[in-house]
C-alpha cells in the first residue's frame, strides 16, 4: 500500500472514530410508494435534529427513517412547521436560499470530492446537486446543479404539524458518478452522510441529525459526516 494510500485510510478511520455517529439502514421487504404519507411507514425515525453547529435544541422537531431494498435507497422526514416557508417551484430551483426544506448529503468514501446533495421542500420542489470539490486541494469549490438523478423520486404532503417528505434513490444512478465510489450497497456497506434541514421563519435555523463537533457553520463539513450502515 502506498503510503498515500495508508495516510488516508488512516484519516478516514479516525474521521469515523471521532467525529461520526453510525446509524443503521434496515432493508426492507416493504413495497414502498412515493406519495409523502407516512402513516405506512415502518422503519424507526431518528432525531430530533438539532444546531448543527452547536447541538443545541432546534425550536421546531425533524425526524428521519431511512430503509433500502436491492434497487433503491428511500428516506423519510416528519418535519414540525407552524409557519411553512416557500412555494412550488421548477425543478433544481436553488430552494436551499428561500424555502423550508430538508436535505441529505452523500459522500460513501469522505474525500469531500464528487458527493451528493438533495434537498426537497414543503411543496415538493426539489434539486439534486453533484458537489464535486470543496476545498483548494482538488481545485476550489465546484458544484454541478445540472447533474440528475434518474429515477429519483420526492414528494411532500402538507400536514397538520408542518410537512412529511418521501424520496426514493436509484442505486444504479449513483453507481455512474465518475469517481464518486458509489457502490450498490449490500449488508455491512457503510457511507458517510449526513442529513438537514433549514428552517426559515421567525428565526433561521440550521438543522442536522449529527450536529458537527468542530463548531464550524455550514453544512458541508464531510469529515465530520454520520456513518450509515446499510443492515439486515
Known amino acids: 500500500m502506498k503510503f498515500s494510500s495508508f495516510l488516508y485510510l488512516f484519516t478516514f478511520l479516525y474521521s469515523i472514530n471521532n467525529h461520526s455517529q453510525t446509524f443503521s439502514i434496515p432493508k426492507t421487504s416493504e413495497k414502498i410508494k412515493i406519495d409523502g404519507d407516512l402513516t405506512d411507514w415502518k422503519t424507526p ?5 438539532v444546531i448543527h453547529n452547536s447541538g443545541e435544541k432546534a425550536k421546531q422537531n425533524t425526524m428521519v427513517s431511512l430503509s433500502w431494498n436491492d434497487e433503491y435507497l428511500f428516506i423519510a422526514y416528519r418535519s414540525a412547521d407552524s409557519q411553512i416557508v ?27 470530492k464528487n458527493y451528493l446533495e438533495i434537498g426537497v421542500n414543503a411543496f415538493s420542489a426539489n434539486y439534486d446537486m453533484l458537489i464535486k470539490c470543496i476545498s483548494p486541494e482538488c481545485g476550489g469549490w465546484k458544484t454541478d446543479m445540472n447533474f440528475d438523478i434518474e429515477g429519483f423520486e420526492a414528494v411532500s ?6 410537512f412529511d417528505t418521501e424520496i426514493k434513490i436509484p442505486f444504479s444512478s449513483l453507481e455512474k458518478i465518475e469517481n464518486s465510489h458509489f457502490l450498490k450497497p ?15 421563519g421567525n428565526t433561521t435555523e440550521y438543522l442536522a441529525l449529527q450536529p458537527y463537533k468542530s463548531l464550524k457553520f455550514g453544512f458541508h463539513q464531510p469529515q465530520e459526516f454520520a456513518v450509515f450502515e446499510f443492515v439486515e
Open 186 to 200: 449490500k449488508i455491512g456497506t457503510k457511507w458517510k452522510a449526513n442529513i438537514f434541514r433549514i428552517d426559515y
Open 86 to 112: 416557500g412555494k412550488p417551484q421548477k425543478k433544481d430551483s436553488k430552494i436551499y436560499e428561500t424555502d423550508d426544506l430538508v436535505e441529505i448529503f452523500i459522500d460513501p468514501d469522505g474525500d469531500g
Open 157 to 162: 404532503k402538507i400536514t397538520s404539524e408542518g
Open 45 to 49: 425515525f431518528l432525531g430530533p435534529f
